[in-house]
């Protein structure tokens, strides 16, 4: 579970202060899909470093699951990283020249796992986003969608309880991007995995169950989706 409450970011810019979080309280459940808005500027990629423990809040309090991270120095906050967050993003940051296959390993490598476990958990992340065919592909020979789930193969691939993904969508054309909100839906209703992601767009926003809106660092709505629409179903302006 991820409790926050009064998060400020301050960054120091010359002499002037730039607020990108001023003051976010809020919980999310365990097992919650999220979806995050707000113009450009608002503070949600700056929250989802604090949420992903890249980055530590300026003041606030943050505790997950009963930890508090407001206070962890660079080393604790990169443990608790690795053994609680998956990250995906909008430009996929996978290695060139690698294969699918070698860019899901990676983060089992740093985790000190190798051999044949390392080979069997990456291959199944790989077959949990439908990938199992492209496994010796490079990136360059995959399309935007394809790589977009080698990405997220690669989040999954420590079991992370938390799933977060910064305008996933971002670099997708439309139907690609129902395709990858089919998957993290998926991975939501079979896992029970919390997947919280960043997007400008109300529509994809709309396939998740809660809609935080933030505006200079503050949310400014917060409401529960109870309906949210089944990717795969016809598009339907609201
Ligand atoms: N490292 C930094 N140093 C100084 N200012 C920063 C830094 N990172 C972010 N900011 C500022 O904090 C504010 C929030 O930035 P943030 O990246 O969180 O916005 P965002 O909502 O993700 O925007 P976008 O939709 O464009 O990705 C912005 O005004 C930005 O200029
Ligand atoms: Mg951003």
Redesign the pocket.
């Known amino acids: 579970m991820i409790q926050t409450e009064d998060l400020m970011k301050v960054?120091q810019?010359g002499d002037s202060d730039?607020r990108?979080l001023d003051g976010a309280s809020f919980t999310i459940e365990k097992g919650e899909m999220v979806a995050i808005m707000?113009?450009?500027?608002?503070?949600?990629?700056?929250?989802m470093s604090i949420i992903g423990c890249l980055d530590a809040p300026t003041s606030g309090k943050y505790i997950l699951d009963g930890l508090s991270v407001e206070n962890m120095d660079e080393a604790k906050l990169a443990e608790t990283r690795g053994r609680k967050i998956g990250f995906v993003f909008q430009q996929f940051n996978l290695l060139a020249r690698t294969s699918a296959l070698e860019n899901v390993m990676l983060p089992l490598t740093y985790a000190g796992v190798s051999g044949k476990e390392r080979t069997d958990r990456a291959m199944k992340a790989l077959e949990r986003v439908g990938l199992s065919k492209r496994t010796h592909h490079a990136p360059n020979e995959l399309s935007g969608g394809q790589q977009q789930r080698v990405a997220i193969a690669r989040a999954l691939v420590n079991e992370p309880a938390i799933l977060l993904a910064d305008?996933p969508t971002g670099a997708l054309d439309s139907k690609t991007s129902v395709e990858i909100m089919d998957l993290f839906q998926k991975l939501h209703s079979e896992n029970g995995q919390t997947v919280i992601l960043?997007t400008?767009d109300s529509y994809v926003a709309r396939h998740t169950n809660r809609i935080i809106k933030?505006s200079d660092?503050r949310i400014v709505l917060d409401e529960i989706n109870p309906n949210p629409i089944k990717a795969g179903a016809p598009r339907v302006e609201a």
């Open positions: 960054y810019m730039v990108a707000g113009p450009s500027g608002s503070g949600k990629s700056t929250l305008e960043v400008h933030l660092g």
